[in-house]
């Protein structure tokens, strides 16, 4: 359990980008984030990419997003597209269509708009194809889901130790996991 | 003997209030939803008007027993023989 030393939110999440003048065009003009800070480096950015421009837009709350652009670097046709993806708050669902229709309006195609569990968010991609969501609370979370999800990693922690882990061997262990705290507190609410 | 084990927050408890079988018990307690059933427990989509997200996550508070069906209309749970 983490004790009295904590991180304190994102500084920030740096990728790279082999498309910087459309990078800069998507977060700065059609996303109007401000950009509070810009490194430009010569010979520092390692052997095959020596020189480098590291840029960084603000989403808020003092966090930051980040583009490293190595000069000389072309960008590979055949780079897979990014996995990851990155998710920004908002706090109302007004904002969260305002966004939408923002995006819209500057000719960015919303992917989707999808209700989770506990979030509802929209889906664009920025032109180095990183999945880029917007998204908004359901309600708050509770100690319930995080006693929830501690239980949660442990019955997969468990689960990997078997030869072929699976989604179903992982629910019948978080099923006997669950049982044994409901054992341990035999009172009805 | 099956079992689903259902988180007691807004989005999930619809799961266990559509559960379905023989001789169902539910408790509710700890944080939890807790249907048993001598025999297959069976949550059908229908009943649910629950959205994707929640419903294909519906078993993660675990199950007990054998998986026999989950796909977009219907949930079953089944004794596994042990």
Same mark, same amino acid.
């Given at each position: 359990m983490p004790g009295s030393l904590r991180t304190r939110g994102v500084d920030h999440a740096a990728y790279v980008t082999a498309r910087p003048a459309e990078t800069i065009r998507f977060y *700065?003009?059609?996303? =109007?984030? *401000?950009?509070?800070h810009v490194i430009t480096a010569k010979g520092? =950015?390692?052997?095959?990419?020596p020189d480098f421009v590291h840029f960084f837009f603000d989403i808020g709350n003092g966090d930051r997003l980040a583009f490293f652009y190595y000069f000389g670097v072309p960008e590979d046709p055949g780079a897979a597209r990014p996995t990851y993806h990155l998710a920004l708050h908002v706090e109302t669902q007004e904002e969260l269509l305002a966004w939408r229709a923002r995006f819209e309006r500057l000719g960015v195609r919303v992917i989707a708009q999808i209700v989770h569990e506990t979030i509802e968010s929209i889906y664009v991609r920025d032109p180095n194809g990183m999945v880029l969501e917007i998204t908004r609370p359901l309600r708050e979370l509770s100690e319930r889901d995080e006693f929830d999800a501690e239980l949660s990693l442990a019955a997969l922690l468990d689960t990997l130790e078997e030869d072929d882990p699976t989604l179903e061997t992982f629910w019948q262990r978080k099923a006997e996991l669950v049982e044994k705290e409901l054992a341990n507190d035999p009172e009805e609410d | 003997m099956t079992a689903i084990y259902v988180l007691d927050v807004p989005e999930f408890a619809p799961v266990a209030e559509a559960a379905t079988g023989e001789d169902l018990s539910l408790t509710r307690r700890s944080g939890y939803f807790r249907v048993s059933s001598p025999g297959p427990i069976s949550v059908r989509r229908a009943d649910t008007d629950l959205v994707d997200a929640v419903w294909f996550s519906a078993l993660s508070g675990g199950y007990a027993g054998a998986l026999e069906r989950f796909d977009g209309d219907l949930i079953r749970v089944v004794p596994d023989g042990r």
């Open positions: *700065r003009d059609v996303m =109007g984030l *401000r950009t509070p520092w =950015g390692g052997k095959p990419h | -």
